[in-house]
């Protein structure tokens, strides 16, 4: 197994995307990026931490690569826009990928300009190297399975799984294609 950490946006949209496709066998929420020691929630919704909302994705190399992760990545939210997804504004929700060696680095330059020309503004997901990752907590972990009348839910994750689904149904785990 491997993992790789990526933000980009809320960490319950990426998290709920990412439960769903094959060779993925766990997701976690946490935050990463930052400076201080532990954060919180409340914490980090200063954007005075420096952390940014991200999941930790533990996959199957043998059933999906890096490559392809980071190509549903780049289809599933707007990397051109600083500090924000949607509705969700600040640094805490900035597209970031944390890589923990230089062939994920590598592989993430790579995936960032494969992306661009899908793009016509650039680009400005971060790739810095991890440094630390703390798990958020409890009640942030798997929250659209057990929230899913929450209107946040209904109203930016939905069409996000959606547009997931639509766009890149080959990779589906079975059990979501529905």
Same mark, same amino acid.
């Given at each position: 197994?491997?993992?790789?950490?990526?933000?980009?946006?809320?960490?319950?949209?990426?998290? @709920?995307?990412?439960?769903?496709?094959?060779?993925?066998?766990?997701?976690?929420?946490? =935050?990463?990026?930052?400076?201080?020691?532990?954060?919180?929630?409340?914490?980090?919704?200063?954007?005075?931490?420096?952390?940014?909302?991200?999941?930790?994705?533990?996959?199957?190399?043998?059933?999906?690569?890096?490559?392809?992760?980071?190509?549903?990545?780049?289809?599933?939210?707007?990397?051109?826009?600083?500090?924000?997804?949607?509705?969700?504004?600040?640094?805490? =929700?900035?597209?970031?990928?944390?890589?923990?060696?230089?062939?994920?680095?590598?592989? @993430?330059?790579?995936?960032?300009?494969?992306?661009?020309?899908?793009?016509?503004?650039?680009?400005?997901?971060?790739?810095?190297?991890?440094?630390? =990752?703390?798990?958020?907590?409890?009640?942030?972990?798997? =929250?659209?399975?057990?929230?899913?009348?929450?209107?946040?839910?209904?109203?930016?994750?939905?069409?996000?799984?959606?547009?997931?689904?639509?766009?890149?149904?080959?990779?589906?785990?079975?059990?979501? @294609? @529905?």
């Amino acid at each position: 197994m491997e993992t790789i950490i990526i933000g980009g946006g809320c960490f319950w949209c990426l998290e @709920a995307v990412f439960r769903g496709v094959k060779g993925v066998d766990n997701v976690e929420n946490g =935050y990463s990026g930052g400076t201080t020691i532990n954060p919180d929630y409340e914490a980090v919704c200063t954007g005075e931490t420096g952390h940014a909302e991200v999941i930790k994705i533990t996959f199957n190399p043998k059933e999906i690569d890096l490559q392809t992760i980071l190509t549903i990545f780049f289809g599933i939210h707007d990397p051109t826009t600083l500090n924000r997804q949607g509705p969700d504004r600040g640094t805490q =929700y900035r597209s970031i990928i944390l890589y923990g060696d230089d062939k994920q680095k590598e592989i @993430a330059e790579h995936s960032k300009l494969e992306a661009q020309r899908f793009w016509e503004d650039p680009i400005v997901t971060e790739i810095v190297p991890l440094k630390e =990752y703390f798990k958020a907590e409890d009640y942030h972990q798997n =929250y659209f399975e057990t929230h899913p009348e929450m209107s946040y839910c209904q109203i930016i994750i939905n069409p996000k799984l959606k547009h997931f689904k639509e766009t890149f149904k080959q990779f589906l785990k079975e059990e979501y @294609a @529905a």
